[in-house]
């Protein structure tokens, strides 16, 4: 099996500054390629966005057989941001350099905008022009700000269905998106009747780079990615089922006669996300150490919406401990008999690394997270403890915060010590939705809340069903609210004095015209962390 060999330090940093630079050469240096086909097939998007940047993206992509002609020579990029659509008041433009060595991704990081803006953009290259998309940047830290509507979504597996989702959430008027993780999957797909993915198992930068482009390539992704700013976070679907930290998943071997190869395959992945994303090139700064040596990617940021909300996105896969008690000793996850499981509560165990705890103890330490008005966490899973037995006793499911419990309490703890103003969790991966409160201790009825949570269902990946959720609901008492049958989206929408949240969901994932319709509504009020159903 063959890998692309993984980019050296000094190269690396060459490209990410050249690739996200504004500059203008002298018009003999610019690249002019004609192209066959239209090279923006994967569409343009936005993300990152501060009260004065953000970043623009974009990659160069033709069909595979015509995809040669876009050579081995950088291609020169040019990008227009613009106050209006027609690009007639233009506010900021530039040029960037496509290189193969990043799979011709475009990432412009534009700076000196006006805050709490929206704007237009578009690519060229050659002749052709891209979609035209619409960013914004967002409030000064300080600013007075009435309002913020986000949606959270994840887990967008292709061959379980249609990413209609994305369709109808571009009429919810979003200031942006949070994306929580499997952006997509690295399976075969060979089982599904509705569509199968390209490829086989993704092991490979070319592999990732793939099945990159095959989601990307989905018109009602595009639509939604043109449409807002997201910001963007990953679980582990992105490199492989369950991994953990450094530690391989469960899904496909990279090199069946070599399987200690995890690193170079979860390098390969990590370059493929950073080239598809909308994030800056900030996130590979401690990844030029070198990611097949277990450098980390830096993903994890705060983000501030005027005095309205901090957004914390947190990276709960890259850094976790492995998972313990797996039943028959296996890679990946498990559900645990928690009376068998004698490393459980172990108090050097982590889900986000101790790195990313004090750094996130540190921003609760900050005078702003009192301040503010909203304090916003978007991590990739099921915060609250969810216990799969009925009648007595506990059997938990060790890959999300429950694996974690001393972790989990370390968090709300801080959340408590620190005095944080209406933290709200944000999550996804279990394919179901789950509505309730943080609670300081998961075991005691009468222990306080300390926050609510919002887990979020899946764009299209299938749950288990939902023959036990009011059983698995009187069971879990923290819990307001659970379906395990629909796919969609949450809206969030923020002002001063309240939260409001709307479950979405579609009628049938497995058709394209499916149509949208809301599940529950939800309401919280500042100041009392108490979840209400509207």
Known sequence: MNYVEPLSRRRLLQLLCANTASFWPPRSAWSRPRFASNPFTLGVASGSPTSDSVVLWTRLHLPIAADANLGHDPITVRWELAHDDQFKSIAQSGLSMAYRELAHAVHAEVAGLDSDRWYFYRFMAGDAVSPVGRTRTFPKADAAVARLRLAYASCQKWEDGFFSAWRHMREEGLDAVVFLGDYIYEYPGTSSKIRTPTGGWVLTLDDYRQRY?????????????????????????????????????????????????????????????????????????????????????????RLEYGQLASIYLLDARQYKDPQVCNMGERLGSSRVNLATCAQWLDPKRSLLGLRQERWLGQEFANPRSRDVRWNVLGQQTLMGQRNFKTDSGQSLWNDGWDGYPVARTRLTDSLRQHFVANPVVLGGDVHENWVGHVKADYNNRDSVNVGVEFCGTSITSRSGGGARTAQLLAANPHFVFADAQRKGYGVVEFTPGQLSTTLRVVDDVTRQNTKIETLARFTVQAGRPVVERL
């Not at 990953?234 to 930290?245: C, I, L, R, S, T």
């Not at 996130?283 to 980390?296: D, K």
């Open 213 to 301: 482009a095959l989601y990307k390539g989905d018109a009602d992704l595009q639509t939604m990615h043109a449409a807002c700013p997201w910001l963007m976070t990953w679980d582990d679907h992105e490199v492989q089922n369950d991994y953990a930290g450094l530690r391989a998943g469960d899904s496909g071997v990279a090199d069946p006669s070599n399987p200690d190869n995890f690193l170079t395959r979860r390098a390969a992945a990590y370059q493929a996300w950073y080239e598809h994303m909308p994030v800056r090139a900030s996130v590979l700064t401690q990844g030029l150490a070198g990611l097949t040596r277990g450098a980390e990617m830096r993903i994890y940021q």
